[in-house]
C-alpha cells in the first residue's frame, strides 16, 4: 500500500522560503515519477511541479517557475518542493503524487498524499 506523507508547510511573510517534504512508502520509489499539486479555497486542485523518476527531468507550471525547485532522494525515498519568492497566491493545501510522468505531469497520479498548508501573508 503505497503511502505519501507531506510535511514543511507553514505561515510565512511574501518573499520568503518553506521547503516542503514528502516521505513515500510502500513502492519502489525510484521507479516513479513524483509531483506536487496545491489547492487553493473554492479552486480546483493544480499542478505545479512534477521530476522524473531519475531526477532528470522537471517540469514546473508557468506560475512558480523560477521560484519553486522540485527535488528527489532517491535514497531517502523523499521528493521535495523548495519554494522562494512566496507570494499571497500561492496560499494553498499542497499535496504531493506519484506514479507515471504523463499523469504526475499533468492531472496527477495513482496515489496522494493527505496535503500540508502553506499560508503566505502579504
Known amino acids: 500500500q503505497v503511502q505519501l506523507v507531506e510535511s514543511g508547510g507553514g505561515l510565512v511573510q511574501a518573499g520568503g522560503s518553506l521547503r516542503l517534504s514528502c516521505a513515500a512508502s510502500g513502492h519502489t520509489f525510484s521507479n516513479y515519477a513524483m509531483g506536487w499539486f496545491r489547492q487553493a479555497p473554492g479552486t480546483e486542485r493544480e499542478f505545479v511541479a512534477a521530476?522524473?523518476?531519475?531526477?532528470?527531468?522537471?517540469y514546473y507550471a508557468d506560475s512558480v517557475k523560477g521560484r519553486f525547485t522540485i527535488s528527489r532522494d532517491n535514497a531517502r525515498n523523499t521528493v521535495y518542493l523548495q519554494m522562494n519568492s512566496l507570494k499571497p497566491e500561492d496560499t494553498a493545501v499542497y499535496y504531493c503524487t506519484t506514479g507515471e510522468w504523463a499523469l504526475v505531469a499533468s492531472s496527477g497520479g495513482d496515489y496522494w498524499g493527505q496535503g500540508t498548508q502553506v499560508t503566505v501573508s502579504s
Open positions: 521530476i522524473s523518476w531519475g531526477g532528470g527531468t522537471t
